[in-house]
Structure formats: C-alpha cells, structure tokens
C-alpha cells in the first residue's frame, strides 16, 4: 500500500475512533464516584493519545517516503495500542 493510501485509510480509522470515544463518552453513567473519576480520566487519555496519533498522521502526509518507511512500524504499534486500549475500556468492569 502506498504512503497516501495508507494515510488516506488510518484518517479513516481515526474518525472511526474519535466515533467510539464519544459514544463511550456519551454512555459513561452520569452518577459521580470513583468510577466515573476513573472513566473519565481513561476517556481523557484516550483523546490525548488519538490527537497525538492524528498529530503524526499530518505530519506523515508531508514527509519523504525514506522516512514513512521507517516509521511506519512504529506508527503501527502505537495504532494497535491505541485500539487495543479502547477495545478494554468498552469492555465491562465487572
């Protein structure tokens, strides 16, 4: 796949991301408690961590391909935990 395919398809994944954060947002229960402090602050990191991948993604559009070909593994990991950590938050607490 070619660098803009690939930058065309991971903006893609990341709106679909920023969907499920906010439908996790929207479904956190709006009683106070530790729980919801913890929700939150998960919610939190998970925004931070998909700007800074969204960061890179522009910065990636514009950079020279001998350079996308060494970060891409990197970007890939950090892509797969990302998701990895969201996937875990939407699963029960119980």
Not at 22 to 47: Q, Y
Request: glycine letters at 6%; a neutral charge.
């Amino acid at each position: 796949m070619d660098k803009q395919t690939y930058c065309n398809t991971l903006a893609a994944e990341l709106r679909q991301l920023s969907f499920q954060i906010d439908a996790l947002r929207r479904r956190m229960p709006t009683e106070s408690g530790s729980d919801r402090v913890h929700d939150a602050g998960e919610l939190a990191i998970l925004e931070r961590r998909r700007r800074m991948l969204a960061d890179r993604l522009d910065h990636a559009r514009t950079m020279g391909d001998s350079l996308w070909g060494r970060i891409k593994a990197e970007w890939e990991e950090d892509w797969a935990e990302l998701w990895g950590a969201a996937y875990q938050f939407r699963k029960p607490q119980h």
